[in-house]
């Protein structure tokens, strides 16, 4: 959650909607030698969901997070879209572009995109599955940002590929609208020069492992 925000959501009209954002962080009056003196967050998407159909585009600005005197703006912007057939089977798909300005002049650049599906097979039996794709990082930097407890975005390496493919399958089991009990099995395939890992666990220690989870998961809203 970002301090100091505005939000915007709009009314949906026929199954369409805009959703916009802005963010100033508290200390944009103050400059020192390493953070820049205005940081800005920026974002819109737009959505449309009606019937068996729905799509979503979104885009996201970080203006001035860097150190002073570079460009340090970071950008990404994503589409996607979900279609289900016959009330049974709901495929999706999702495609994400990222570029971060590490300095005035170099940057890293992400390309990432999934599938997956979600199957009522009868009655409160279920099959969800999915596969996602990371691609190799582009760009000239020589240094990386952090993804949070997924371990760093792995700087362009010639001869090494910087990319992951993580795929999952579970049985879903639906009690009632409110309720569900899900279990499954996930791995994360690491390039020779990524370590993403999985939700919960540490990045690997040296590039290239992979990691796999057995999980249990319930819900009720």
Do not use: C
């Amino acid at each position: 959650r970002e301090s100091s925000q505005i939000y915007y959501e709009s009314p949906k009209f026929s199954g369409f909607q805009i959703l916009g954002s802005f963010s100033a962080a508290n200390s944009t009056s103050s400059t020192n030698a390493s953070t820049a003196a205005k940081p800005r967050i920026w974002s819109l998407s737009g959505s449309y969901s009606n019937g068996p159909l729905a799509l979503a585009l979104g885009y996201e600005r970080h203006n001035d997070f860097g150190s002073v005197g570079g460009g340090n703006d970071d950008r990404g912007w994503t589409i996607g879209g979900a279609y289900t057939i016959a009330g049974k089977v709901k495929l999706g798909a999702q495609y994400s572009d990222y570029k971060y300005e590490m300095s005035n002049t170099t940057d890293l650049k992400k390309k990432n995109w999934m599938v997956g599906v979600q199957w009522n097979i009868a009655g409160p039996h279920n099959l969800d599955a999915a596969y996602v794709h990371a691609g190799d990082s582009t760009g000239n930097a020589t240094t990386s940002p952090a993804a949070g407890g997924n371990g760093p975005i792995a700087i362009p390496t010639p001869g090494k590929g910087t990319g992951a493919k993580l795929w999952e399958i579970a049985y879903r089991h639906q009690f009632s609208k409110r309720t569900l009990v899900k279990f499954g099995y996930v791995r994360v395939n690491n390039d020779s020069g990524a370590s993403y890992s999985l939700g919960g666990l540490r990045a690997p220690t040296v590039a290239g492992e992979n990691q796999s989870a057995w999980v249990m998961y319930s819900e009720h809203r």
